[in-house]
């Protein structure tokens, strides 16, 4: 998308500076515009929620995507998020449904977040109607064809309990990634294993769903983060 014309030198030196880096010329897209993009995938997803339709919904999932939330081990590809989210597309399963407030893309253009509101409804074990607010962090990757898709998603609790990790714990990286001025990071620790809850007498980690933005001077700074405690795997 030019926003001005150029004299032929330039024009062949910018297309070859993006070619070169493997992403978008920071001068040849308009931001503005690929931050409405990426909410606007953002919400064509929620609409495929709402819809219970889980083939546009997974399509518009990285074939790599991890999901995590508040409870049980991360969901990783297409086929294990649809195992996770299965209620939600049941007819009479509970309904999750959301609105981005904020979408931000990196210099290349072909990286970006959004961050904003969910609305949960169903039903206890009693059948009484149980309603759930929150936020959450999506993380997207702008395709060859295109289209963004979701590589990360998480709830964004409001607040972090601070838990210990283990003693001598190593942290896992379970998925990272980078363009331009962003990149991101979801990064699990193991900590004490939960006393309630649906995770009680699990292993339990800590996970850490960072974006962060290169700044000036060259130095790395936290855009954005979400914290969740979940399953760890093969509990």
Request: hydrophobic share 35%; proline share 5%.
């Amino acid at each position: 998308m030019m926003r001005s014309l150029v004299v032929l030198a330039l024009l062949f030196g910018a297309a070859g500076t993006a070619a070169a880096q493997g992403g978008v010329s920071a001068t040849r897209f308009d931001r503005a515009a690929s931050r409405r993009a990426v909410q606007e995938a953002d919400r064509e997803l929620s609409r495929a929620s709402e819809a219970r339709n889980i083939e546009a919904f997974t399509a518009l999932l990285d074939t790599d995507t991890v999901f995590v939330s508040e409870s049980g081990p991360p969901a990783r590809g297409r086929e294990a998020v649809r195992v996770k989210w299965a209620v939600f597309f049941d007819p009479a399963g509970p309904s999750l449904t959301w609105e981005p407030y904020e979408g931000e893309v990196s210099s290349q253009g072909d990286l970006g977040y959004t961050r904003g509101k969910f609305l949960f409804q169903g039903k206890d074990g009693t059948g009484k109607t149980v309603t759930d607010r929150g936020e959450y962090l999506s993380i997207w990757r702008k395709q060859q064809d295109g289209a963004w898709r979701l590589v990360v998603d998480s709830s964004l609790p409001a607040t972090d309990p601070g838990l210990a990790p283990v003693k001598g714990a190593p942290s896992r990286v379970i998925t990272e990634g980078a363009s331009g001025d962003l990149r991101y990071s979801l990064v699990a620790t193991r900590v004490e294993p939960a006393t309630e809850g649906a995770d009680a007498g699990a292993g339990r980690e800590r996970r850490v769903a960072r974006v962060e933005r290169r700044t000036s001077d060259g130095t790395w700074s936290t855009a954005v983060q979400a914290v969740t405690y979940g399953t760890a795997p093969n509990q």
